[in-house]
Nanobody, 129 residues
Framework: QVQLVESGGGLVQAGGSLRVSCAAS????????MGWFRQAPGEEREFVAV?????????YYADSVKGRFTISRDNAKNTVYLQMNSLKPEDTAVYYC?????????????????????WGQGTQVTVSS
């Protein structure tokens, strides 16, 4: 089972940018679809973005972040990134990384609360208005 550690969260003003990272260890990184999910206080965890496994690099985005967020992976560094631009206060949440040996389409479509695979501890992103 791969272990995940997120980093890069913080406080940013609306309209600003932030990049969060998720470093993986203990598994064959390229064989995992990687995803970012977020959970705001009192809300369910929700899908943000997914990038497919291997080198295909197919990406999937929630409508709420499409055009503003970009997910990418560096298989040589065992790391997945989420570049967040034009941030809004409603993007405030704890951002979690998920890794699983499924297709990216499966990861993007399933309910996060019953998702399998490995999860990181999360990193807080706060967007002030």
């Amino acid at each position: 089972q791969v272990q995940l550690v997120e980093s890069g969260g913080g406080l940013v003003q609306a309209g600003g940018s932030l990049r969060v990272s998720c470093a993986a260890s203990g598994g064959s990184f390229s064989s995992y679809a990687m995803g970012w999910f977020r959970q705001a206080p009192g809300e369910e965890r929700e899908f943000v973005a997914v990038i497919d496994r291997w080198s295909a690099g197919t990406t999937y985005y929630a409508d709420s972040v499409k055009g503003r967020f970009t997910i990418s992976r560096d298989n040589a560094k065992n790391t997945v990134y989420l570049q967040m631009n034009s941030l809004k206060p409603e993007d405030t949440a704890v951002y979690y990384c998920n890794a699983d040996r499924v297709s990216g389409a499966t990861m993007a479509a399933r309910l996060p609360k019953i998702a399998s695979g490995s999860w990181g501890q999360g990193t807080q992103v706060t967007v002030s208005s």
